[in-house]
């Protein structure tokens, strides 16, 4: 378990981030709120990049303040917004291998590892590719294969699918759904409700700093959203208008109004 | 992150740009002048002074233009005298060497946190140097911060692989830099790439005589920090040169 108490934290004496509580188990959890709200920030608590200045950070009993980065990458993984910015190596398979190595893994267990992160990210046959002749989504995927081989239990995505087309939003979205029905807990920061609504079974709310709201989506999608800088995906509106109340996507709509017509 | 010329009162911001520009300059060379720490620190610490109260830059602001040089101050301390003999003069070549790179840095810094962009360019105009020279040196400046950050952050992604520096060998550690230097190196070339289209595409380079919609005139007080520089030059020449002060003869 995720444990955030009372975590207070200042870049160069400037409070960034004030007085979070957060627990987080094996669940989908999307961390939202508008631009320079203190999600990244947050986010880097979790795997020991920051170290609060007061307050402090528990992940599975560990205290982010006595532990490396390095210890930590075991239990949180940190999947960064632009995915161009980790990959260094010649191919897809060495640029994979490479967090498990640096664990001291042996190279049979590197081995097995890289092939089941790039299986589950669905990158089989990618292995001698070279990272940066991948697609968007493609190097995307790769970016979490790269942390996921680190077999860590909770996974920190910031702004997976952006600047990403449908399709390969659409795989992200998939390998992050098959993630989590395998037991990680995944922390989502995104500015996409429509994700939002699609993924999350939690929604935390940040504003200035201060989590504003914590609990179901469902809840969440109830506040007014615009006081924070959001919008409600236009498909709940719909489900207002109709009647039907709150539903997840268009097709869950399509199907409840069919039903009704019976 | 570096504020580059937040607007400010103070007497070195409202100083002509080619006076600051051959200010800088003398300043630099002058520091070329001596290699006697003796000199050159307190030569330093004038720069500092002139900064803070001149320029009208806090000490915490110096401080923090400058912590990015601390590990290769650092090394250069350290190395110069493992690898020369005597290890006294190592020794001295080493701080000499420290306290001109600070020395350097800190005067450029004084003249970017002074002067604005359009000024500095202007400033490199007028004194007859071509206007792409002036745009190159402030576009690399402007983008020293954001490397920085750039930089930063792509360490921080290595570290969540596991990735640490601080441990193994001198080899093995440069060899671990290329996990930074390469993802580094692509977004720089990225991001020059983007700014070559920027460029062009506001038709950069199309006439090759440019006009300006902003002038810059020398007033009385330029004329008169002009003069204070350049007397302050002369006296650095006559002490080096006529006096001799400052030079530790390299004999071994
Ligand atoms: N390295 C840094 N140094 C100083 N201030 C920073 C740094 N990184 C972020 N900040 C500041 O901290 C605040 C929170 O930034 P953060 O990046 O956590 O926001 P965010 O919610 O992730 O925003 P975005 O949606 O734009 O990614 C902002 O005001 C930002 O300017
Ligand atoms: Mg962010």
Redesign the pocket.
């Known amino acids: 378990m995720i444990r955030v108490r009372d975590l207070h934290f200042a ?2 004496g ?1 409070e ?1 981030l004030r007085e979070i509580d957060l627990d987080m188990e094996s669940e989908v959890v999307a961390l939202v ?1 508008q ?7 947050l986010a880097k608590h979790l795997n020991g990049l920051l170290k609060p200045t007061k307050g402090s950070v528990e992940v599975d009993g560990l205290d982010t303040r006595e532990h490396t980065v390095a210890e930590l990458s075991r239990k949180v993984g940190y999947v960064f917004q632009n995915p161009e910015h980790m990959f260094f190596e010649e191919t897809v398979f060495r640029e994979v291998a490479f967090g498990p190595r640096n664990l001291g893994l042996d190279e049979d267990e590197v081995e097995k590892r890289v092939k089941w992160a790039l299986r589950s990210v669905n990158l089989e046959g990618y292995e001698d590719r070279t990272p940066y002749s991948l697609s968007g989504g493609e190097k995307q995927r790769l970016a979490i294969a790269c942390i996921l081989a680190m077999k860590p239990r909770y996974l920190v995505l910031d702004e997976p699918t952006t600047g990403l087309d449908a399709k390969n939003g659409e795989s992200v979205i998939r390998t992050i759904e098959r993630l989590h029905s395998e037991g990680h807990g995944i922390l989502l920061i995104t ?1 996409d409700m429509e994700l939002v609504l699609r993924l999350a079974e939690r929604v935390v709310l ?1 504003h200035d700093g201060r989590k504003v709201f914590d609990g179901p989506v469902e809840e969440f999608f109830s506040l007014d959203l615009h006081d924070y800088g959001l919008d409600k995906p236009e498909v709940l509106l719909l489900g207002e208008v109709t009647g039907v109340g709150f539903v997840r996507s268009v097709s869950e709509l399509v199907k409840a109004l069919a039903g009704d017509g019976e | ?1 570096y504020p580059f010329y937040p607007q400010r009162d103070s007497l070195l911001s409202s100083l002509d740009p080619r006076v600051k520009i051959i200010g800088t300059a003398l300043g630099i060379a002058s520091i070329m002048l001596y290699n006697d720490p003796k000199v050159l620190l307190p030569l330093f610490l004038l720069f500092v002074l002139v900064g803070k109260y001149l320029g009208g830059i806090s000490l915490r602001e110096q401080l923090a233009l400058m912590k990015p040089l601390l590990p290769v101050v650092i090394i250069t301390i350290v190395v110069w005298p493992v690898i020369y003999k005597p290890r006294v003069m190592g020794l001295l070549f080493g701080i000499t060497f420290a306290v001109r790179l600070l020395t350097f840095a800190l005067l450029t810094f004084l003249l970017l946190m002074t002067t604005s962009q359009r000024e500095l360019i202007l400033g490199f105009v007028k004194l007859g140097i071509p206007y792409e020279f002036g745009l190159t040196i402030s576009i690399a400046l402007r983008y020293i911060p954001t490397l920085y ?1 750039l930089s930063r952050n792509i360490m921080d992604a290595q570290k969540s692989r596991g990735w640490e520096i601080e441990k193994g060998s001198f080899i093995t550690r440069a060899r671990k830099m290329t996990a930074v230097l390469i993802p580094l190196l692509v977004a720089s070339l990225k991001t020059a790439h983007e700014l070559s289209i920027a460029l062009e595409s506001r038709g950069f380079g199309a006439s090759k005589k440019r006009t300006f919609l902003y002038d810059i005139r020398m007033r009385r007080r330029d004329y008169i920090a002009m003069g204070i520089i350049v007397i302050l030059f002369a006296l650095s020449l006559y002490a080096r040169y006529g006096l001799g002060i400052g030079h530790v003869e390299l004999r071994y």
């Open positions: 870049y160069d400037r960034v709120g631009n320079g709200s203190g999600k990244t920030t500015h940040l | 992150m950050m």
